[in-house]
């Protein structure tokens, strides 16, 4: 038996928005560690100049 | 003249992987025996109905071929790495394309030789009768090998020296091979089958026009590829 | 290799901008579904099912746009060798897998309650999930690879030819099989839906460039992180 045609357009709606923001989550994770690490390089640089 | 010398530097790589080959032959023995396991296990997995072997046996000569050719793509390159002998060649005079050719000569002839033997297999092994149009066959199944040897070659000569080539390659090259993979398998089931339709003609041509343009890109691209 | 133009400077780009770019993107989306989902008639055939075509749709031309990101930015890398090429490739590839998967499961959702199967094999479902295989193969090159000049060169070969199968690999499955319905334009629908077609293509593509200049501020971060560690392993400046 096939679950009835709002069940899926809810199903789609709901799996875009979880992707997305699941992405954006990533993104901001990924940017902060790359920040820290970049003012950490840049950081002991300045110091050994 | 630039161009009977450059056609030299081709030969010279392509006899010098062959030899390289045919004095340890356990690269050979090794990928053709793999291919001729496939075919027995995918055998074993679709059989024992002969009928339903027979109508898989295109598939699985395929696939056979595929996963088997895969080792034999990165061994060329390997065997280089492994006795630092890339950067010598890169350092010879000539055109670099030479060396891709030289590559994709090579191993043509070390995968035409494991191919006859893998399909030879497969027709015994998978019951399938000869059809009268076999010299078409035999052309799809060398236009086929064309395209998966010039990817291959082409894929192998980046996959061989990144970490993890063994996955790589397959990763890489397996979705390039999609519409030649198609137009084999359709146009050798045509053949081998009534062909009412007259299917497989344009079907060859595809694969035609398929090896022609990866031809040209991978020539082009490789130059971008080979640099130090 | 040029590191000349790595005068890169995080504190000096207003990478904070990236927050209002996100939040209009998500209030944009929000605002053209609840539109597109209130406005739209039921369909004759699909009924309320035609209303998942505002998510798959657009989330299919923004992967097709992403890879003809990749395809520009990796020849023109080849052409001109400047690294930010090579980073704007890879920051669409990535943005452009997460739209390829979404696609395909958005396909499946919808393809379960009108054909009746998760799965079939036609030409532009099936030439979808090739393009996929292809920027996981080239997001696997990048990641196999030290080297960022080879990792340069290499993707953007990679990319190149995955670009050129992209239309043959649709041509031999469309002749192998079909049965998709008419690709879902503009030009063929209904006029009830083009407009919540549209604004939510457009919506779309907000977040779209989000990802994509996200990604590539972390990917120059990353980058400039990499080139200091290896000026320091040469010996420091």
Known sequence: MIASNTTFVTAAYALTWVVLLAYVWRLVAKDGRASAEYARVSGRREGSR | MAWRDDWRRVRAIARKDVTT????????????SLGVTILILLGLALGPDAQALRDAAVGAVWLALLFSGVLAFNRSFQVELESGALEPLLLYPGPRWTIFAGKLLGNLLFLGLMVAIVVTVGVVLFSVEIPARW?????????????????????????????????????????????????????????????????????????????????????????????? | MNVADWSFDPSRTGRRTGIWLVLAAVVVLMATQTY??????AEGDMGH??????????????TFLSFFVV??????????????????????????????????ALGMIWGRPTWGVWWAWDARL??????????????????FVDDAGQRARWSAAVGIIGAINVPIVYMSVMWWRTLHQQPSSPSTLDPAYTLGLRINAIAMLLVLIYFIRKRYEIARLERAVEHAAQSAAMGGR
């Open chain 2, 21 to 32: 080959e045919l004095r340890a032959k356990a690269g050979f023995n090794s990928t053709a």
């Open chain 2, 135 to 228: 010299p078409t066959l035999l052309g799809v199944l060398a236009l086929g090998v064309v395209g998966l040897v010039v990817l291959g070659t082409f894929y192998a000569s980046m996959a061989s020296r990144s970490r993890a080539r063994e996955v790589l390659l397959p990763l890489l090259l397996f979705p390039m091979l999609v519409p030649a993979l198609v137009a084999a398998t359709t146009a050798s089931k045509a053949l081998l089958g009534a062909d009412l339709m007259h299917d497989a003609d344009a079907w060859i041509r595809l694969l035609a026009a398929y090896d022609v343009i990866f031809l040209i890109a991978t020539f082009l691209a490789f130059e971008h590829v080979i640099e130090a």
């Open chain 3, 36 to 41: 597109a989902i209130t406005n739209s008639p």
């Open chain 3, 49 to 62: 099912l035609q209303k998942i075509m505002y998510v798959h749709v657009p989330a299919a031309w923004m």
């Open chain 3, 71 to 104: 395809l520009v930015f990796s020849v023109s890398y080849l052409w001109r060798r400047r690294e930010t090429d090579d980073l704007i490739a890879a920051s669409a590839a990535e943005v452009g897998a997460v739209f390829n998967g979404l696609t395909l």
């Open chain 3, 126 to 143: 099936t030439s979808t999930l090739v393009l996929f295989l292809i920027f996981v193969g080239y997001l696997a090159l990048r990641g």
